[in-house]
């Protein structure tokens, strides 16, 4: 299934994300420099819920500061098998957590594998938050900075059992499309 809307987390505000041509538009944000989260997040809801056939299926756009990114040379000609066994002996002793308690994704490019890993708390975590504010969590992605990655982050959902899809490309916030005119 492919999400036509994300719920971008940072630790600056969470922004509600629409796919459209070319990209993804902002349809409403909340800071989190606030003492009415609760209330200013039932405000985003209602007001994407009143504009919006659909908003509640989102893909959850995790903060980069929460993932690990690496480079790895030399083992682009291996197995998928053989390169994720490489990518759990590096990732051991780099996060503050055991490598069984991460999810990560990789892809190859330029002759090395790009990997992205976060803890399955912090998925947890994403997860419960939507949740407690009426989205439902399709999986969760990440934008990765230019050359940490090739095409979307894509870490499934918390249970592992998540119906996204991968995009081919990651999101790329673009200007909102102009309101129709009313005649």
């Not at 790895?72 to 055991?98: C, H, N, W």
């Not at 119906?163 to 309101?179: F, G, H, K, W, Y």
Request: glycine content about 6%; hydrophobic content about 40%; overall charge negative.
């Amino acid at each position: 299934m492919k999400a036509n809307f994300a719920l971008s987390l940072s630790f600056d505000c969470i922004t509600l994300l629409e796919r459209v041509d070319g990209g993804w538009c902002e349809r409403g944000s909340v800071s989190l420099d606030t003492d009415q989260l609760e209330q200013d997040m039932a405000k985003l809801w209602e007001k994407s819920e009143r504009d919006i056939d659909d908003v509640s299926n989102v893909k959850i756009v995790l903060p980069n500061e929460q993932i690990k990114y690496l480079a790895l040379p030399g083992v682009t000609d291996q197995s998928d098998d053989a390169i994720e066994a490489f990518i759990r002996q590096e990732l051991e002793g780099t996060t503050p957590y055991p490598v069984a308690d991460l999810r990560f994704d990789w892809c190859v490019n330029n002759h090395k594998v790009y990997v992205a890993a976060v803890a399955l708390e912090t998925l947890e975590e994403a997860e419960s938050f939507a949740i407690a504010y009426r989205f439902t969590p399709l999986g969760h992605v990440a934008i990765a900075p230019d050359g940490a990655f090739d095409g979307e982050v894509h870490f499934g959902s918390f249970r592992g059992l998540s119906p996204l899809d991968r995009d081919d490309e990651q999101i790329i916030i673009v200007p909102a499309p102009p309101e129709p005119v009313a005649e």
